[in-house]
């Protein structure tokens, strides 16, 4: 854009300088020969207004995209500082769960995925047995510890 910036100001000074062409002609030929560089110029000028017109408005459909982009990105953080680090007192796993202080109303308690959470995405753990499921990474987290396996002896 600064580009086109400096060769439309450049078309100006020139189209500048063929007006004092103009003015200052002695003849009519020399006049109308300055005249016809003058149109010239101003064609050029108008091209060169028209790219750095289209130029802004592609710099103003990136800013609005980047916008929203960095309104989602706000949102998002927003919504992960709700929770709080939690380990399973039973296995030591983490996950990250959300303060109770800042459950909505309607929130059930939920846990997200800790190796989600560290690249900024928001994956709910899904239960399964003993254990809690990413189904974004597939990261499962052990929360209560296998129970005793029972030793039996043969009958005989
Ligand atoms: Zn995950």
Sequence with gaps: MLGETVAALGGVKSAIEIVKTI????????RLSAIGELQAALIEIQQQAMALQATV???????????????????????LSR??????????AIAY???DE??????VRHFLCANCYQKGEK????????SLVCQSCTNRIYTKKMPPLR???PDF
Excluded at 23 to 30: H, I, R, T, V, Y
Aim: charged share 35%; proline share 2%.
């Design 23 to 30: 003015l200052q002609a002695k003849s009519e030929s020399d």
């Design 83 to 92: 929770y709080q680090l939690l380990q399973f007192p039973e296995t030591g």
């Design 123 to 130: 994956a709910i753990l899904q239960q399964h047995e003993r």
């Design 151 to 153: 030793i039996s002896s």
């Design 97 to 99: 769960e959300l303060k």
């Design 102 to 107: 800042l459950r909505t109303q309607g929130e």
């Design 57 to 79: 408005a592609e710099l103003q459909d990136k800013e609005a995209g980047l916008r929203r982009e960095n309104e989602a990105l706000r949102q998002r953080a927003s919504d």
